[in-house]
């Protein structure tokens, strides 16, 4: 009898340290997880932009990425670039580079795939796409049109909860809006699949991982915090991109 009563209580105390994570199923980045910018038809800046990670362009060769004054590794498999704390990948350069670029394009188009495809539980159309002062607690938020963050939107939760946030359509940052992240959430537990083009405004600052299936584009002196995978181009304008 000793034996059961110490094993319940050992087991309540136990019960009492576990943590359980809120919202749907991460999506597995693969190797795309890489890059803090990955696209496929090119990278271009205005400088000088800060970028802290590493990018790269599939199937596209180096020619894409422009604004960077970029230099070749001696290696021939990476440059650098003054505005990228960390290495610049192209298609075009030395094995092993293209196929590493290969098998991270197609990680990413599976992860928006994944993303795109996810439909349990959602919570449908918020604010009929129109954000303005909004907190969203962790789950799956789809949208049929575009979403426009009006005023600064706050995702709510703890750093082991997750957010995906489907859109068909664009979308669209205001000038000096912010995505903020409260009460411990992570930039990288925050999924954007966006169908439409991406538009962070001006002096803002945007947070999570876009899967993007056309353009993105941070304007003047915009921040992102997280990763920007683009299956067409990025823009950025002075911009701040870190993961």
């Known amino acids: 009898m000793f034996a059961i009563k110490t094993f319940l209580a050992l087991s309540s105390i136990a019960a009492t340290n576990v943590v359980f994570a809120l919202g749907p199923p991460a999506i597995d980045l693969g190797t795309s997880g890489n890059f803090v ?34 230099i ?51 919570i449908i159309n918020v604010g009929s ?21 009006v005023t600064s939107l706050t995702l709510s939760g703890t750093a082991t909860d997750t957010w995906i946030l489907k859109i068909a359509g664009g979308l669209n940052v205001a000038s000096a809006q912010n995505i903020i992240l409260s009460g411990g959430a992570l930039a990288k537990n925050v999924f954007w699949v966006v169908t439409g083009a991406v538009n962070v405004g001006g002096s803002s600052s945007f947070s999570g991982v876009l899967l993007a299936a056309t353009s993105v584009t941070l304007v003047t002196q915009s921040t992102l915090n997280g990763r920007i995978l683009s299956q067409t181009s990025v823009a950025l304008q002075k911009a701040t991109v870190h993961a």
Do not use: E, H
């Not at 070749?72 to 960390?86: E, H, K, N, Y």
């Not at 670029?101 to 795939?113: D, E, N, P, R």
């Not at 303005?132 to 049929?144: M, S």
């Open 72 to 122: 070749l590794d001696p290696s021939g498999t990476f440059a650098t670039s003054t505005q990228v704390v960390g290495s610049v990948f192209a298609a075009d350069y030395t094995s092993p580079t293209p196929s590493t670029l290969t098998t991270a394009v197609l990680a990413m188009q599976a992860a928006f795939t994944d993303g795109n495809s996810r439909t349990t539980s959602a």
């Open 129 to 149: 796409g129109n954000l303005t002062g909004v907190t969203l607690t962790p789950g799956l938020y789809t949208w049929a049109g575009s979403v426009n963050v």
């Open 37 to 70: 910018i990955l696209a496929k038809s090119g990278i271009t800046t205005v400088p000088a932009s800060v970028i802290t990670g590493n990018i790269g362009v599939s199937p596209v060769a180096a020619v894409a990425i422009t604004g960077f004054s970029l």
